[in-house]
């Protein structure tokens, strides 16, 4: 048989010493669909940034005149005015929503660890009933629970105050779903088992084994729940009255509220709103960098 004949256990339309699938010219079109749907997606979510920052460089003239996205000339002076309203409140605002979301974060991290490991490694009548309520918490938007959260508080006496933010905020069930899922992946049930042959107690198998094998995953859990609560709006507008205790988001929603009034008082709302996001974007920077190094490093030990 001549060796141009087509084999008969090829597929249909396919012959021997052809490349299968599209041409390249073909394979690159159908590539660049994903890569112009990524690009036009990251302009959407980067545009109000962008917004953001042109507006917080003009003074108030500039910014109620056409807007353009060129500078302006106001951001010294609009970061002077943030600066000197009432005698600094912005910096105090600032400070608690550091104060909230670094403490509620480390909490709820913490939590969320011990509950996810449990739920992981220990096998207990009960055990997924437990986590598909959990689940179920993940599922229930949070407004639902601030007004229940607002009158089991008030009971206590505990609205009005630092503890009344946080304390809502330490279980967080989605937190402890992703520390279960990683711990299930991360820690083999082995390594357990060896610790507890060697005599090490739980807690010790706990902290000295498991808990450095889930940083990595514990890293992630922290990092929503940093930007949560940094984001949180509606939990510390229902629980605080007293302003000086109110974290940046209230404290940019009270200025913006008076700016019906007074105007003037938009350039310091759009520069707060500017400087708000700067600890979120060093936050994200610092935790890749910590990931890439965790991932390194357990890459190489294993």
């Known amino acids: 048989m001549s060796s141009l004949a087509v084999r008969k256990d090829a597929p249909a339309g396919i012959t021997p010493g052809t490349a299968q ?15 112009l749907t990524l690009a036009l997606g990251a302009l959407y979510c980067l545009l109000p940034v962008a917004w953001v920052v042109i507006a917080a460089t003009k003074s108030g003239r500039e910014l109620f005149s056409t807007f353009t ?58 055990r997924e009933t437990v986590f598909n309520i959990l689940m179920a918490g993940v599922l229930m938007p949070p407004v639902i629970l601030a007004v229940p959260q607002y009158l089991l508080l008030a009971e206590a006496d505990l609205t009005d105050s ?13 937190g402890v779903y992703l520390a279960r899922i990683y711990a ?6 082995d390594v357990v088992e060896a610790g507890r042959m060697d005599g090490a107690g739980e807690w010790r198998i706990f902290t000295r084994i498991a808990l450095p094998m ?9 990092l929503f729940q940093f930007v949560a609560v940094w984001n949180n709006f509606l939990l510390p507008y229902i629980m605080l009255s007293d302003d000086e205790k ?31 996001v700067g600890p979120l974007i060093a936050l994200f920077l610092v935790v890749q960098r910590f990931w890439s190094l965790d991932l390194l490093s357990g890459a190489v030990k294993s």
Not at 162 to 174: C, D, G, I, K, M
Not at 184 to 189: F, I, K, M
Not at 214 to 222: A, I, K, N, R, S
Not at 250 to 269: D, I, K
């Open 162 to 174: 630092y503890a009344s933010v946080l304390l809502p905020l330490v279980l967080s069930p989605y």
């Open 246 to 276: 109110f974290p940046i988001t209230l404290g940019l929603f009270t200025l913006l509220e008076q700016g019906a009034n007074t105007p003037a008082l938009y350039t310091l709302v759009i520069t707060g709103a500017l400087l708000a």
């Open 69 to 126: 996205f060129l500078p302006g000339t106001g951001l010294a002076d609009n970061l002077s005015d943030l600066n000197a309203y009432r005698d600094g409140v912005y910096w105090t605002w600032m400070g608690n929503s550091a104060l909230y979301a670094g403490l509620g974060a480390l909490l709820s991290t913490a939590v969320s660890a011990v509950s996810g490991y449990a739920l992981a490694i220990y096998r207990f009548r009960g």
């Open 21 to 35: 699938g599209p041409p390249p010219a073909r394979r690159r079109r159908i590539a660049l669909v994903p890569t």
């Open 214 to 222: 889930m940083v990595p995953g514990l890293v992630t859990v922290f």
């Open 184 to 189: 299930a992946a991360a820690v083999p049930a």
